[in-house]
């Protein structure tokens, strides 16, 4: 039997550079590519950039129902108004001549020879003409956004690599983009171990839990992109738990969880090992999530999380999303934090980074965050209370309530 990988237990700054390291390495890869319609485009990485195929906006925009004018004589005087234009509507009436306004709609393309328009609140139409109802000088350009102002044919309004939400499904529409190349889904294999895990559709016995772990994996994988595959159970007996890294090859990443502490039963790393692994740690000095192991086999990176529920999902918010998303050929696949005034003071002893879980609210003020009374990192019910895990310092024994504090995503 090969010797079990020496230790390699690593600061949590130390562990995060370690998988940023491979993330890097992973932009050079070549990802599969696939095309998808505009819909089903949303949440997926784009494979290519989106280009503008004209110049945004097209033509003089008007911002404003009103009047299309020039600035200078409606300041001064009143407008005979040459017609009326509406949104999507061609102005047929060519330049504007000299004392002439157009009517004009919010969208509507602004005819050549107006320089401003004129807030239909501002002026006081009657009888075909029109002028200010306030005396004030009207600045050229008010309430029109010139052609090419926000981008011009041929502009990257999204570049490949990013994950596309709103803002770039609506920038990919405006360019007529119907369908797009997208990154394929990641394939991640879930692999839970444990002689006391039954699945969700079973009665346990009293000594045995419902294996929780595959599905939170599952739903975190799903968020960061990836296409999970929940394999079956894994026994603690180390056949089995080669059968089923076997089982798992030909996917882009492997998800293990339980197995990787130093119970006699723990067998993970060993067949890993077996199977030809390489070790990158075993190891961080982290609270939840200490034996997290992360590494690569012939065909694929691997992690082994610990089998608590909270150190699961911790672990994998801080190293799994961030691989997973960088092999899904996302760019900015870090791990989430955001900042948040701290509600009540946090006492902990030093010397390991801590992720307690939290509940972060926030408003138009900015985000508070509590800590989640908790029992440890196999304390479900205080981790299904929480929406995102409240980060301590390794050297720090104490924060005081009204620091302001990082906060771990899920
Ligand atoms: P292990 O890392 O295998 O020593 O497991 C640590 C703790 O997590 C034990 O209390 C296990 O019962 C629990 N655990 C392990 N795997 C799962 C799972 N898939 N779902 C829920 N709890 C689990
Ligand atoms: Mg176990």
């Not at 995060?16 to 050079?28: F, N, Y």
């Not at 990485?45 to 008007?62: H, T």
């Not at 739903?219 to 894994?234: E, F, H, S, Y």
């Amino acid at each position: 039997m090969p010797a079990a990988p020496s230790e390699i237990v690593l600061s949590y700054a130390d562990a995060a550079e370690c998988v940023r390291r491979h993330m890097e390495d992973l932009r050079s890869v070549e990802h599969a590519v696939e095309q998808a319609p505009l819909l089903a485009a949303a949440g997926r990485v784009l494979a290519q950039p989106i280009v503008a195929d004209r110049d945004q906006p097209p033509f003089p925009r008007s911002t404003r129902d009103g009047f299309a004018c020039r600035a200078a004589e409606l300041s001064t005087g009143r407008l005979r108004v040459a017609g009326l234009l509406r949104a999507g509507e061609p102005w047929t009436g060519g330049p504007l001549a000299a004392g002439e306004a157009v009517e004009i709609m919010t969208g509507a393309a602004v005819p050549a020879g107006a320089d401003c328009v004129a807030m239909i609140e501002r002026v006081e139409a009657s009888d075909g003409f029109v002028r200010l109802a306030a005396p004030r000088a009207l600045a050229p350009g008010e309430n029109i956004v010139e052609a090419g102002s926000e981008a011009h044919a041929g502009d990257v309004l999204a570049p490949a690599g990013c994950r596309m939400t709103a803002p770039q499904i609506a920038a990919a529409a405006a360019c007529g983009y119907a369908t797009m190349a997208v990154f394929a889904r990641p394939r991640v294999a879930i692999l839970a171990t444990g002689d006391e895990l039954v699945d969700v559709t079973r009665t346990p016995l009293p000594h045995q839990i419902r294996n929780s772990n595959s599905y939170s994996l599952a739903t975190q994988t799903l968020a960061a992109g990836g296409a999970p595959r929940i394999l079956p159970v894994v026994r603690d007996d180390p056949a089995a738990t080669e059968e089923a890294l076997a089982a798992a090859s030909g996917m882009d990443l492997i998800l293990l969880t339980g197995g990787v502490s130093m119970g006699k039963f723990d067998f993970v790393e060993q067949a890993l090992l077996r199977r030809g692994a390489e070790f990158f740690f075993t190891g961080a000095r982290i609270q939840p999530g200490k034996p997290v192991v992360f590494g690569r086999l012939p065909e694929a990176y691997f992690f082994g999380l610990p089998g608590n529920p909270v150190s699961t999902m911790v672990t994998f918010a801080l190293f799994v999303a961030p691989l997973l998303r960088a092999l899904g050929g996302e760019t900015e696949a870090a791990p989430r934090f955001a900042t948040a005034r701290l509600e009540e003071e946090v006492r902990v002893k030093a010397g390991l980074t801590r992720f307690l879980p939290a509940r972060m609210e926030s408003d138009a003020n900015g985000a508070r965050v509590r800590p989640v009374p908790w029992h440890g990192s196999g304390d479900l019910a205080a981790a299904a209370q929480a929406n995102g895990f409240l980060v301590v310092p390794e050297t720090a024994e104490r924060m005081a309530a009204g620091e302001t504090v990082p906060v771990l995503l899920l």
